[in-house]
Nanobody
């Protein structure tokens, strides 16, 4: 059974940085695309970033491009989201997700393309 556990969230001032981690168990992440989504108060869950199964391709939403970077370490079965220059509008619960099909270069951006989800970690950006 696949389990995803996010960590690294917290309270940070505007302009600050955080690194989120998503530790997977039950199945190796190698070959499976991984994604990060977020859900702010009263909002729909939205795509943030994703990385292909091979790790060779990444894609970030326009709202975070240039500030957030997704990466993966298959040996540690972990995916990361480095978040820099944080803004109050980045405040949300951040979720990690794993696709259920092996594909080396494809980057899924829709929630419906992911089969497994973590419980989320809260990120609050406030002074």
């Amino acid at each position: 059974q696949v389990q995803l556990v996010e960590s690294g969230g917290g309270l940070v001032q505007p302009g600050g940085s955080l690194r989120l981690s998503c530790a997977a168990s039950g199945r190796a992440i190698s070959g499976y695309a991984m994604g990060w989504f977020r859900q702010g108060p009263g909002k729909e869950r939205e795509f943030v970033a994703a990385i292909s199964g091979s790790g060779g391709n990444t894609y970030e939403a326009d709202s975070v491009k240039g500030r957030f970077t997704i990466s993966r370490n298959n040996a540690k079965n972990t995916v990361y989201l480095q978040m820099n220059s944080l803004k109050p509008e980045d405040t949300a619960v951040y979720y990690c997700a794993q696709r259920n099909f092996i594909a080396t270069s494809y980057i899924p951006k829709s929630k419906s393309e992911y089969a497994y989800w973590g419980q989320g970690t809260q990120v609050t950006v406030s002074s």
